[in-house]
DNA sequence: CGAACGGCGGAAAGAGTTTTCCACCAGGGG
DNA sequence: CCCCTGGTGGAAAACTCTTTCCGCCGTTCG
């Protein structure tokens, strides 16, 4: 009947042995089975070429072999590194990775938690920051503790605060860093592409930037911090906010990799030439975008192992009582993107 | 028991009918039941939490919710990009996308799409260029028959020549319109990164691009083609082979944009500039890579569309007995990084 | 030499749904 | 007044495995 699948009752009826004793040679390892039955089964198996049915095992051991993984929007290139560690992580396990996309929805990313429970999903990586906000950020912690609390794992990358462990950027100190080596350069006034103002990634490296002015005592013209999408489109755009309102700043920061990228063009098209006429720095050192010219400085993070590292913790068998914390340090790097300011 | 999930049967219980009317209600689609009962239902389901376990339930129907996308690489542009499509089509039907990474081995290609049908998953998105190797070609049309034997769709993104639908950029006509306007900027001597030998895509770009110049009666001096990975790296090495070398060509194409961008990096390391010493173009028009400069001419492709598209094949209940062919064609853009030769 | 034991095979009880069939009830036509 | 019909609810079989428990056999210890 089950249109065309042989089942393990077939392959035992072959064999004439039981179907426990078939169950046990072709899928659970707990017990012995004598040579001869061994062989006879594992013969019938692969000549009515049997392949075990996954519901009925995760239903019957109740638990399966899926991971979860949800992302924003796995075109962006951010995402899809982070996904490629996922993958190889999980795959090493023998594992099957499921893929949700959230569009940035918060709504939609509590569906797809749900979806994955449903599923029985193993462990789950949530990649891709929060919002600030309160009510969302409460929705989706109500969600992982239940999913945990039904014996599933949960891993976050780069979004502290949830109760789950987390592989966390350090943005801050990231953002700091790259700051005082554009001080160190002799910029003085700076203009900030700042993403949307709710996002915690977006608010971190603006935080861990601002910081560093300040402690070299330089002031920040609020007119310079512009907010916008935190996509190429949102780089662009905003940064021709900037130049039609007017800005006197050498060197313009954008707080990730993409809407840097967006911001080049849009001086390129404004006819100004970086590092000439402004500095730019990003944030990620996303691969695909190392061949711009000019290279952009940046502050690199080891995305394919964060997603790894995420999968990893997320199928530790080791349940820790406290969610763990791993920081990753981001690394400056200067390319061709940042140089003094020309003098005036 | 269950690991605190809440069963169907507690539902019942709770809202005092049978299992029967409790799946009607939640699940099931066929019957009506009455409103006093199903609001009972409802309520109930509710009150306790309840979710559904989807590995009963795809037991039970014998299908299940889970679509395949199987691609070489996820980091690359190129799969993230269709990657998007098919999940977009997938989740606008409420289905789950399962996610398997090849890494270009025919052998994990196999096991990957083994696994997909022990899930029972519904449909198959195969992405990636296969190789013209005969036998590897045979035994993935047997997996494939299989599959569909089980009553599994399949359909493939560039991939023509095995037994499913497919999507296929029109790689032939494409490069050769892309010949076609280099040579009619004025180039007759063209070096060719030509990616690996044994790779569909591959050859099929050359053949197009090759044709046209033939059409044009110009000769290829077969030192300047070169072969070497499809990716961004093999675009790097080649490209250093070909001027350790040394090569009279004028321009060069690369059979996809990932190679060509490790072209312009070369031949910026060589200390030569695009496109005054040497034109450049590739193939796909990646969208990450459009704000590489100089703008990179190429021949665009609409790979999310394409995903799309292949996941809306496989996804059709439409079952044509005969597997569809659905041919994307290119469409040539000009950018900054090819210009007429410079005199001499 | 009897009893305890270790190893291996099988029967059967789940795991959580869907779905088929049967039963029941009210209403309408003969 | 009886029978058939249409609508609704329930009992139970089915879906395919895993795993517990039980029984059998041949050893080995006391």
Do not use: K
């Amino acid at each position: 009947m089950g249109s065309g699948y042989v089942t393990l009752e077939q392959v035992a009826r072959h064999a004439g042995v039981s179907l426990a004793t078939a169950s046990r040679v072709l899928n659970g390892s707990t017990r012995q089975v004598g040579r001869t039955l061994r062989d006879r089964v594992t013969a019938s198996a692969h000549e009515l070429g049997y392949l075990a049915n996954a519901s009925a095992q995760t239903l019957a051991r109740n638990t399966s072999s899926l991971v979860g993984l949800i992302v924003h929007d796995i075109a962006d290139p951010y995402f899809s590194s982070i996904a490629s560690g996922v993958t190889r992580a999980a795959e090493d396990e023998g594992l099957v990775v499921v893929l949700g996309t959230t569009g940035r929805t918060p709504q939609r990313e509590l569906e797809l938690l749900s979806t994955l429970r449903s599923h029985r999903a193993r462990a789950v990586v949530l990649a891709g920051s929060r919002t600030v906000e309160e009510e969302t950020t409460r929705r989706l912690a109500d969600e992982i503790a239940t999913f945990t609390g039904r014996g599933g794992r949960i891993a976050c990358v780069s979004q502290e605060g949830l109760p789950a462990d987390t592989v966390v950027p350090d943005n801050r100190n990231g953002a700091a860093e790259l700051a005082r080596h554009l001080i160190g350069l002799g910029h003085r006034r700076f203009a900030l592409l700042a993403g949307p103002t709710n996002l915690r990634t977006a608010r971190d490296r603006l935080d861990g930037f601002h910081a560093a002015l300040s402690a070299a005592g330089i002031e920040l013209d609020p007119r310079n911090v512009v907010h916008g999408a935190f996509t190429r489109d949102g780089g662009y755009e905003s940064t021709r906010r900037l130049l039609a309102a007017g800005t006197d700043a050498t060197c313009l920061f954008a707080v990730n990799d993409v809407m840097a990228t967006g911001a080049m063009a849009a001086l390129r098209d404004a006819g100004l030439h970086v590092p000439r006429d402004l500095s730019v720095a990003g944030f990620d050192d996303i691969p695909t975008l190392r061949d711009l010219t000019p290279g952009l400085t940046t502050v690199r993070l080891p995305l394919e192992w964060m997603g790894e590292e995420a999968a990893r913790l997320a199928l530790s068998e080791d349940a820790a009582e406290e969610p763990q914390t791993v920081s990753v340090s981001g690394e400056v790097v200067v390319r061709e993107s940042t140089a003094a300011p020309t003098a005036g």
